[in-house]
């Protein structure tokens, strides 16, 4: 019986762990990020990818690599799991600018985001990680990723108007 009771209550803090709704409320937001993301990717024609409003602004790819390189590197502080473009600018690489180079990249650093929230611990969320000048909880900076990437996904909303095309509707759930 003391066996059976010990089995229960360590199942229990088990599916109460893996049923965090903070988690899952984050992951809910990054898979219909991601998607909203790439239907931006989709609706702009490759032969726009570096169309810039203006010469000083980024173009519409390095927005989009910025964002991924941005997904990345902010979830990794958040999760602790190791960057894999850490130490590279994807933005700047050339060879990047694709239309399926940057819907790799895109849906690449999605996919660790949402990785890495699945993987974290509830109870490490207000534990603080210092990156340059910043001192940010854990889930202070999984939401500095999404904040990061709307910002500028948003950005990107006006390119593709600019260049005569509608963005992809907006889903808020």
């Not at 360590?10 to 903070?22: D, K, V, W």
């Amino acid at each position: 019986m003391k066996q059976l009771c010990l089995l229960l209550f360590c199942l229990s803090g088990l599916l109460a762990f893996a049923q965090n709704p903070t988690i899952d409320h984050l992951v809910a937001d990054f898979e219909r990020g991601k998607t909203l993301s790439l239907a931006y990717v989709d609706a702009m024609p490759e032969d726009q990818f570096n169309f810039k409003p203006t010469p000083e602004t980024m173009s519409f790819a390095e927005q989009m690599l910025h964002t991924a390189q941005g997904t990345f590197g902010l979830s990794s502080n958040a999760s602790g799991a190791e960057n894999p473009y850490a130490g590279q600018n994807l933005q700047k690489d050339e060879s990047l600018h694709s239309k399926a180079e940057v819907k790799r990249l895109l849906a690449e650093s999605f996919d660790f985001a949402i990785a890495g929230t699945k993987n974290m611990d509830p109870a490490q969320f207000e534990e603080v990680v210092e990156r340059w000048q910043f001192k940010v909880t854990r889930l202070g900076w999984m939401q500095k990723t999404k904040e990061h990437i709307d910002h500028h996904r948003g950005q990107t909303a006006v390119y593709l108007r600019l260049a005569g095309i509608t963005p992809p509707q907006y889903q808020l759930f």
